[in-house]
């Protein structure tokens, strides 16, 4: 069974997802304060974490990126806050999702089980051993979930790394926003696509020499983007 802890200062909207996603079949744990669910993630197993931003004596921005320091499971994190901004932030420290409250716990639920799936087919028994992808000086180990660049490591959260190997896979093929939302996040993109674009950015500091420049992810303006091979 699938465990998810939810760290939330709100405790009916934390005990409503509960009961969502034990009715679903998930086990959950709740904590409100900041620093002792950070620590919960850091020392217990878990297969997800939903991560509310304001938080009392922690942010989330913080433990977001404290966790993703350590750990690589999916992380979607909830906030009452609207700006791009913030879900820009938290997208870029490594959150696989931002959710605006409020939201419907059904919608909820439906993201939890969408990430859960992807990651647990990406870490699972059936990806071949030594599956690797060689372009001009990047390697990607598919079966280690590794990339290096010029033998040096570079160190990629779980989107970024499904990201960057769906068009290294897929290359000289053009693919929108919305397409790519689709494919990575398995959910439909509902015109939320920052998303993607944070990603991009991300993998970009990460692999290319100029990101004004790039030489392995090409802007297509007004499409979208491709791997140049």
């Given amino acids: 069974m699938d465990k998810i802890l939810i760290v939330e200062d709100e405790l009916a909207i934390a005990e409503l997802e509960k009961d969502y996603l034990e009715l679903s079949g998930f086990e959950v744990d709740i904590e409100t304060n900041g620093s002792i669910g950070l620590k919960k993630a850091l020392h217990e197993e878990y297969n997800l974490i939903i991560l509310d931003l304001m938080l009392p004596d922690m942010d989330g921005f913080d433990i977001c990126k404290k966790i993703r320091n350590e750990k690589n499971i999916p992380i979607i994190m909830v906030s009452a806050k609207k700006d791009d901004i913030d879900k820009i932030r938290g997208l870029g420290l490594g959150a696989d999702d931002y959710m605006t409250k409020p939201f419907s716990p059904s919608e909820l639920v439906a993201r939890v089980k969408a990430h859960l799936a992807r990651y647990e087919r990406l870490v699972g028994s059936g990806v071949k051993e030594n ?27 779980t989107k970024e790394f499904d990201l960057l190997c769906f068009l290294a896979e ?41 990101t004004s420049k790039p030489q392995y ?13």
């Fill in 170 to 210: 897929n290359p000289n093929h053009v693919y929108s926003k919305d397409e790519l939302f689709r494919e990575i996040w398995d959910m439909e993109s509902i015109g939320d696509i920052a998303t993607v674009t944070v990603h991009i950015k991300k993998i970009r500091e990460k692999i290319e020499y100029n």
């Fill in 131 to 157: 599956d690797i992808i060689e372009i001009r000086g990047l390697k990607i180990d598919k079966t280690a979930r590794r990339v290096f660049l010029h033998d040096e490591e570079k160190i990629f959260t």
């Fill in 217 to 229: 992810i090409e802007t297509i303006w007004g499409v979208g983007y491709r791997f140049k091979v």
